[in-house]
């Protein structure tokens, strides 16, 4: 009855060859699945908020938050080269850590896939109602914001808001095409790749030419300084990068998608690498064009001299975020809302908040079904019940777990604001990134002779630089982020000793199952 009972890798990769899904992706697909899935909310609208916290800092906050990024995606390559089945950290930790690390990994992999794509969801919302405003067409505010919540540790919302609407219509949407079986082709995902990059290009090309005349904009550089990681503000410079974590989020689909791929021992680490670099490239650009083309100092509340909470009632309800030209901090829609007020032509921001439009939605069908997929094959396993695991006779879908996961998603994206999201999500994720890279060094140590096409450079200084950064970076998110993780962690060890201990696969001695996965269809973008 020990909590670290493991499943062992051979009957993990037994198991994965029995399945025998269709390996078809190739390398610059799954580049292109991982840039579709970085780019994303985390560069369209989250630079408003990292604005609030560190002004224009918040480019040394790019580069803090892409090199962890970078470390746990090198630990990641190995585990996904040596260990190419579904689950992700999940399923690396119960055969490394065991059944227990397993399960609060796992747990922490929903908070991250569930509330991220409330947050893009959100993010999806703000720039479809900006774009219609544009074009004359002004739907309520009530009904386009969340109403002002206090809910105990949890606060947000705007003076005036009910319910965000489009937010929730967008995650009906994607649930029913998840349940449907409907999915993106590899074309069609990169095609939506293509018009985010477009996007991201132009607003480059329109800002940065502008930044070198408006050199002023970049002074006070840190205004809020670095932060202090463990005084629960998230602010400063690393609470900024706490918070833009989230923009690199979604590399590791590329690693869940390792079992539909052509040679992964090769691919996974190319696609991993290559689309979080290009991501990196882009991100520090467009944040260079965003201050220096338009400014992204702080806003303090006249009435204390203290900075507005970013997110906060008091923010968005705020003299200088209710009047014309108002500052970036205030915007639901930052790059569009910048190329609006310095480009020749406001028709430049409407296109890239058309872009983003068109784009974002693919953003949250990656995330929910990275989600499910999790939470699937946690059921496969009998760590949840084997209820949810249930495939639909028709679509061939998960759609029990699907619809459970739609309608969490879209209770977070109606009252919630998407900076908060995005920080609640980074708490589940960079737990999980820890776990991983502790994995890639114990297995060297436990499992040395295992085949390792894809060897970590430098594992004993690279993973614990990973989990040292995935720290600092957890501690420089605010007090309720630490809460929420902390309440959901509580709640998953309830479950679990309530019921995934007791009806756990590996406890009844049932190690080698066959997946009933089997001929679900690969992950979203990834087939023709």
Request: glycine fraction near 10%; charged fraction near 10%.
């Amino acid at each position: 009855m020990s909590f670290w009972r493991i499943k062992p890798l051979d009957a993990i990769l037994a198991t994965a060859e029995k399945k025998s899904l269709h390996r078809s992706l190739g390398p610059v697909q799954l580049t292109l699945l991982g840039i579709g899935a970085v780019i994303g909310t985390g560069i369209f609208v989250l630079t408003a908020a990292a604005a609030q916290k560190a002004g224009p800092g918040m480019m040394i906050s790019f580069i803090v938050a892409g090199a962890v990024c970078a470390v746990a995606a090198l630990c990641y390559s190995e585990l996904a080269s040596m260990v190419p089945v579904a689950g992700s950290a999940y399923t690396y930790s119960y055969a490394v850590m065991g059944e227990l690390m397993a399960w609060l990994v796992g747990w922490a992999l929903i908070l991250e896939y569930a509330l991220g794509a409330s947050a893009v969801a959100v993010g999806w919302s703000g720039h479809i109602v900006g774009f219609l405003d544009n074009v004359g067409i002004h739907l309520p505010h009530a009904l386009t914001v969340g109403p002002p919540i206090s809910l105990g540790f949890i606060h947000g919302g705007e003076v005036g808001g009910i319910i965000n609407l489009p937010a929730v219509l967008i995650t009906v949407f994607v649930t029913t095409l998840l349940i449907i079986g409907t999915k993106e082709s590899a074309t069609f995902n990169a095609v939506l790749v293509a018009i985010k990059i477009a996007a991201l290009t132009l607003f480059i090309i329109i800002t940065l030419p502008l930044a070198t005349g408006h050199l002023h904009n970049f002074n006070p550089f840190t205004p809020r300084g670095w932060g202090n990681p463990l005084d629960g503000s998230g602010v400063g410079v690393l609470g900024a990068a706490a918070s833009i974590f989230f923009a690199y989020v979604g590399f590791d689909a590329v690693s869940t998608a390792a079992e539909e791929t052509k040679n992964p021992q090769r691919n996974v680490p190319i696609g991993l690498i290559a689309s979080l670099l290009i991501c990196t490239v882009f991100y520090l650009l467009v944040a260079g064009g965003v201050i220096g083309s338009f400014g992204a100092q702080p806003l303090i509340d006249p009435a204390t001299g203290k900075y507005f909470a970013d997110g906060s009632t008091a923010l968005y309800g705020s003299a200088a975020c209710t009047g014309q030209h108002a500052p970036l901090v205030c915007s639901h829609e930052a790059l569009a809302y910048v190329l609006r007020e310095v480009a020749p032509n406001p028709i430049f921001g409407n296109l890239i908040g058309l872009a983003a439009t068109f784009a974002l939605p693919s953003v949250v069908l990656l995330m929910m079904y990275g989600q499910t997929r999790v939470f699937f094959v946690m059921a496969r396993d009998g760590l949840l019940p084997k209820g949810l695991s249930a495939v639909h006779t028709k679509f061939r879908t998960p759609w029990v777990i699907t619809l459970v996961t739609g309608i969490f998603v879209a209770i977070a994206a109606a009252f919630l604001p998407v900076g908060s999201l995005a920080d609640y999500s980074n708490a589940g994720t960079l737990f999980a990134f820890a776990a991983a890279s502790a994995g890639v060094m114990i297995l060297r140590f436990t499992d040395k002779n295992r085949p390792r096409p894809f060897k970590t450079p430098l594992l004993f200084i690279v993973a614990p630089l990973s989990i040292f950064g995935c720290l600092l970076l957890f501690f420089s998110l605010d007090k309720t982020s630490w809460m929420v993780f902390g309440t959901w962690a509580v709640i998953g060890l309830v479950f679990y000793f309530a019921y995934g201990f007791w009806n756990s696969n590996v406890r009844k001695g049932i190690i080698e199952v066959h997946e009933e996965d089997a001929d679900l269809p690969p992950p979203p973008g990834t087939t023709d």
